[in-house]
């Protein structure tokens, strides 16, 4: 694979992205299922627990160290310098999961240049799992020592597609209880698999699509440069280019322009 010189430039990143991981999950798994696990409740009534803290604090301390020119904006200790390179870090994507002793949650790593995701390492270790992808270099998963190659599936039709809607109450929440109604109706299978592990699904040609609401850019920035790298599509529910919008619709990229045009026709009626 040729690889240009912006990608080369990543790589170095990318590396340091793994190692935030391999740090990361040496905080989060030995708390999985602790009998002894601190759960507080946040000001907006999420949950945190002691691993979040954690974890967070851990890839804190190394880029302090690797990047201290770079800037950070993490889940649970805000934003922290203000540069055109910023790391945006959710240290535990999936918190209820990971206190109600459900594997499914991960921590996710990304570093955006210019407010827009350039590599992205999301990391389930209670799943023995690992992602990542750089602009450039491929997206992969598996041993970083012998990756597998990771692509999008070429599903072209709704009819056949598997999608993934996240949660009834998040649509509610949003307004768009007849938008998923007319989703569900219209593609071949619909799932809730939740949270991150969704867009590694997307990412691997599992499923087709997922969208979601009320989600911040540490919830979405490194699943953004992963599917995109993938061959996929990752945009605002309406399509516009941003991780901002409080709202995001990830595709194979082939039915990308469908899905918003049957979202958007159902939100019409």
Do not use: C
């Not at 696990?37 to 979040?52: F, N």
């Amino acid at each position: 694979m040729t690889v240009s010189p912006a990608a080369a430039s990543l790589a170095d990143d990318l590396a340091l992205a793994l190692r935030l991981a391999d740090a990361a999950d040496a905080q989060s798994l030995p708390r999985f299922d602790a009998a002894d696990l601190q759960i507080s409740t946040k000001a907006d009534r999420s949950h945190v627990t002691d691993a979040d803290l954690a974890t967070e604090r851990a890839i804190r301390e190394i880029l302090a160290t690797e990047r201290p020119e770079d800037g950070l904006f993490g889940e649970e200790y805000g934003v922290e310098g203000d540069t055109h390179r910023q790391w945006i870090i959710d240290p535990i994507d999936g918190t209820a999961n990971f206190l109600r002793g459900v594997p499914l949650w991960g921590t996710m790593i990304a570093l955006a240049i210019d407010g827009v995701p350039r590599l992205g390492v999301v990391s389930m270790p209670a799943l023995g799992r690992r992602w990542w992808a750089a602009d450039g270099l491929g997206a992969w998963t598996g041993d970083p020592a012998a990756p597998t190659g990771i692509h999008v599936s070429t599903v072209d039709s709704l009819d056949d597609a598997s999608v993934s809607f996240q949660s009834i109450a998040q649509w509610a929440d949003a307004g768009k209880t007849e938008a998923l109604l007319a989703l569900a109706a219209r593609v071949w299978r619909d799932r809730a698999y939740g949270d991150v592990y969704s867009y590694m699904l997307l990412a691997e040609g599992r499923i087709d699509m997922v969208a979601e609401f009320d989600v911040k850019e540490y919830d979405i920035a490194a699943a953004v440069a992963i599917v995109r790298e993938a061959g996929g599509r990752m945009t605002a529910f309406d399509g516009a280019e941003t991780i901002s919008d409080l709202s995001t619709l990830a595709t194979n990229g082939i039915l990308h322009d469908d899905f918003i045009a049957l979202l958007g026709d159902a939100d019409r009626t």
